[in-house]
């Protein structure tokens, strides 16, 4: 699966922003979705993860509450919705695709990635 994500910019501390993730070929909805980020001198980081059924979700602590994944399979769209957002949430952001269960924080563990789009964040 090829992945393609969007919606990164320059967003001032405490707005919004909403990055997608279009995927290609016709098994997305079998796939487990994941965004992570990785700032400037930093360690790619796990951010949120959701089922291939978008019923379930997983959340670094650091988003819980601001942050939210959704996905729509028939769309073959995995979006990131990120409100309240704070200077240490500029990164550039990727999603990625895993064969298997959503609830895997390790970016090895997933298959497939988009080119990443960056989102600053500015104070």
């Known amino acids: 699966v090829q992945l393609q994500a969007s919606g990164g910019g320059l967003v001032q501390a405490g707005g919004s922003l909403r990055l997608s993730c279009a995927a290609s070929g016709r098994t997305f909805s079998t796939y487990a979705m994941g965004w992570f980020r990785q700032a400037p001198g930093k360690e790619r980081e796990f951010v949120g993860s959701?089922?291939?059924?978008?019923?379930?979700?997983l959340y670094v602590d650091s988003v819980k509450g601001r942050f939210t994944i959704s996905r729509d399979n028939a769309k073959n769209t995995v979006y990131l919705q990120m409100n309240s957002l704070k200077a240490e949430d500029t990164a550039v952001y990727y999603c990625?695709?895993?064969?298997?269960?959503?609830?895997?924080?390790?970016?090895?563990?997933?298959?497939?990635w988009g080119q990443g789009t960056l989102v600053t964040v500015s104070s």
């Open positions: 959701i089922s291939q059924s978008g019923g379930s979700t």
């Open positions: 990625a695709a895993r064969a298997g269960t959503y609830y895997s924080r390790r970016h090895p563990e997933y298959n497939y």
